[in-house]
């Protein structure tokens, strides 16, 4: 049946909060078995109440502990067909702030940053390509960015190059993968409403300037990432391989 993932074996990292939690939610509630990995735990927590969602403690950046949280899940579960790589932070300094600029940021910003958006994508892409190779089936989404395919003035330098490195990883990903039938895209999300710039509640004047860089002049709602994420985790998806799909309101156009 077409966008069925009942039965399906999903990690999900970055499943505490904004993206990764609707993404986990929406598919356990499809029926998937979904596996929600976050270095939080407060938050782990809070989807430990989810129906259908198991939660695991897991920093990316760590490569050893995302190769054990995978052999783990294929251990318990017998096999591992969908993973999203989809943890990541954003730190402040976009081009107009003094920190933002590529004579002032901060170096040890720089590298934290990239631990984690770039090395844990490359650590849960990897580790995710072991089981799958073996079944000779899986499909590999991570989050990139609408600020990996351009410039971005309200961003820093370490989130615009680690999000346009995780495109490429992508494809080139996609491309070793493809003989095992293992699929690997990206979609790249324009400004949505998470907890992604501190957490609590947004603060009007951010999210409106936030909203103005979008064509239909408003932040995302992360349900609105669900249809995207049921596609890709699906077989509907079964021909799409080595590709980005933004789902950003038109911000590209802008
Ligand atoms: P969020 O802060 O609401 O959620 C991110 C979750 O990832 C948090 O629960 C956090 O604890 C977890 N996390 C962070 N570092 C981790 C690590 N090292 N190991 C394990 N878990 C870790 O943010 P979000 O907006 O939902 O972000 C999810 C992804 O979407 C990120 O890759 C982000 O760059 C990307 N993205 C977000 C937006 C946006 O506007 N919100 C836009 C484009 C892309």
Redesign the pocket.
């Known amino acids: 049946e077409i966008f069925d993932v009942a039965g399906s074996v999903v990690l999900v990292?970055?499943?505490?909060?904004?993206?990764?939690?609707?993404i986990a939610e929406t598919l356990a509630a499809c029926g998937a078995t979904v596996i929600g990995?976050?270095?939080?735990e407060d938050?782990l927590g809070e989807i430990k109440d989810t129906q259908g969602v198991e939660p695991v403690h897991?920093?990316?950046?760590?490569a050893g502990a995302v190769d054990n949280v995978v052999n783990s899940i294929v251990e318990n579960h017998g096999r591992l067909d969908v993973v999203f790589a989809?943890?990541?932070?954003?730190r402040g300094g976009g081009l107009t702030t003094p920190q933002g600029t590529i004579d002032a940021f901060d170096l040890t910003a720089w590298h934290e940053l990239l631990?984690?958006?770039v090395h844990?994508?490359v650590h849960t892409v990897r580790a995710a390509a072991r089981p799958m190779k073996r079944q000779a089936s899986g499909s590999i989404v991570v989050?990139?960015?609408?600020?990996g395919l351009r410039a971005d003035p309200l961003v820093s330098y370490s989130?615009v190059v680690?999000?346009a490195g995780v495109v490429n990883l992508v494809r080139q990903a996609a491309l070793d993968l493809a003989r095992w039938q293992v699929r690997v895209n990206a979609?790249?999300?324009?400004?949505?409403?998470?907890?992604?710039?501190g957490?609590g509640p947004i603060d009007p004047a951010v999210e409106a300037r936030?909203g103005s860089t979008v064509a239909l002049g408003r932040?995302?709602e992360?349900r609105e990432l669900r249809g995207l994420a049921l596609l890709l985790a699906s077989n509907a998806s079964s021909f799409m391989t080595g590709c980005v799909y933004p789902v950003d309101g038109g911000a590209l156009l802008q």
Not at 13 to 22: D, E, H, L, V, Y
Not at 58 to 62: E, G, H, Q
């Open positions: 990292t970055g499943a505490g909060s904004g993206i990764g939690r609707t990995a976050d270095r939080d938050r897991l920093d990316v950046a760590d989809n943890a990541g932070i954003a631990d984690v958006n844990g994508v989050t990139a960015s609408t600020a989130y680690a999000k979609i790249a999300p324009g400004p949505f409403k998470t907890n992604i710039g957490g936030w932040m995302g992360t």
